[in-house]
Antibody, heavy 120, light 113 residues
Framework: QVQLVESGGGVVQPGRSLRLSCAAS????????MHWVRQAPGKGLEWVAV????????YYADSVKGRFTISRDNSKNTLSLQMNSLRAEDTAIYYC?????????????WGQGTLVTVSS | DIVMTQSPDSLAVSLGERATINCKSS????????????LAWYQQKPGQPPRLLIY???TRESGVPDRFSGSGSGTDFTLTVSSLQAEDVAVYFC?????????FGQGTKLEIK
């Protein structure tokens, strides 16, 4: 069964940085696009970013563009999200999810998420 | 950006009855070159990540009970639960993957009446 395990969440002050990781296993990681999706406490889902299977293409939500960077290491089956200049509104559970297709696609497997709290 | 609007925000249905959730996109998510609607539905139970139910607007994911069905095309879509079971209590989200950003609807909370 596909496994996605996020880590790296925690409490961080506004303006600081945090790096999230997602360890993937039990599937051929290097052949799938990967997404980050977040959910503020008690709120809906917000798509954050996607990276193509080989890392050549990356797209972001306007709310994080220029502050967040998605990346992957296919040799280590790991997806990352570097978050800079964090704001209170970035507080959320961050999920990594697998894109079923290499192009525009739904997400078929999700991790359990890691909580990021931005607070002074 | 494509805006996804769900209705209603919450819905209470009796066990065994039909539940219908609507999703409207601000522009068509039907891709003319392949005639597919780039629309998915997810179910999220408390404390859990979302679970994929439907993709291509009407294709049920493997393992999803057949009481869940999706329909619609272009800008108007529907998720139907034909006979509500207790385990279907959850929040349901639609998402378009036609173009980035891949936006979600605000969610519909489904409860037992």
């Amino acid at each position: 069964q596909v496994q996605l395990v996020e880590s790296g969440g925690g409490v961080v002050q506004p303006g600081r940085s945090l790096r999230l990781s997602c360890a993937a296993s039990r599937f051929s990681f290097s052949t799938y696009a990967m997404h980050w999706v977040r959910q503020a406490p008690g709120k809906g889902l917000e798509w954050v970013a996607v990276i193509s299977y080989d890392g050549s293409d990356k797209y972001y939500a306007d709310s994080v563009k220029g502050r967040f960077t998605i990346s992957r290491d296919n040799s280590k089956n790991t997806l990352s999200l570097q978050m800079n200049s964090l704001r209170a509104e970035d507080t959320a559970i961050y999920y990594c999810a697998r894109g079923y297709l290499s192009g525009n696609s739904w997400t078929d497997y999700w991790g359990q998420g890691t909580l990021v709290t931005v607070s002074s | 950006d494509i805006v996804m609007t769900q209705s209603p925000d919450s819905l209470a249905v009796s066990l065994g009855e039909r539940a219908t959730i609507n999703c409207k996109s601000s522009q068509s998510v039907l891709y003319s070159s392949d005639n597919n609607n780039y629309l998915a539905w997810y179910q999220q139970k408390p404390g859990q990540p979302p679970r994929l139910l439907i993709y291509w607007a009407s294709t049920r994911e493997s393992g999803v009970p057949d009481r869940f069905s999706g329909s619609g095309s272009g800008t108007d879509f529907t998720l139907t639960v034909s006979s509500l079971q207790a385990e279907d209590v959850a929040v349901y989200f639609c998402q378009q993957y036609y173009s980035v950003p891949y936006t979600f609807g605000q969610g519909t909370k489904l409860e037992i009446k």
